[in-house]
């Protein structure tokens, strides 16, 4: 997949935009890392996270999904976000294993100090936290 044709903050129209490398055929077993920017520079981490992603650095990842410009008003977050699917299907060293790479090669860090990780999700059960990684200030 290549970069997108408009930045993330600058989409007006669309709550999200996306990159996929491939199709999903069971939701079922989708699991996802969740990062939190500041608007400033969610841009930047979204178009590292594709030029990463093209350049096969994550192959465990097929889909990502980045906030917009737009304003939702059932969110608590003010900043953006930027998610990032693999298979739940993984084991979980391998799950663990790609997110601290995600964290290796975007320095994140979680703005909420408290809780200074990434954290993984199996969408079937939002609820439940399946594992989690120190994120860049650790």
Known sequence: MSQ???SPTKDTVNLWNYWFSKDISDSETLGKWTMYYPQNILDEKWNLMI?????GVFPEVFLM????????QN???????????CSALLDISK????GRTIVKHTGYTNPFRKVPYMFYKIDKDINVRLYRVPDASH
Not at 51 to 55: I, S, W
Not at 75 to 85: A, H, M, N, P, W
Not at 95 to 98: D, K, S
């Open 4 to 6: 997108v044709e408009i």
């Open 51 to 55: 030029g990463l992603c093209d350049e």
């Open 65 to 72: 999904q980045v906030s917009t410009g737009v304003s939702n």
């Open 75 to 85: 969110s608590r977050v003010v900043d953006g976000i930027l998610v990032v699917y």
């Open 95 to 98: 799950i663990a294993n790609l």
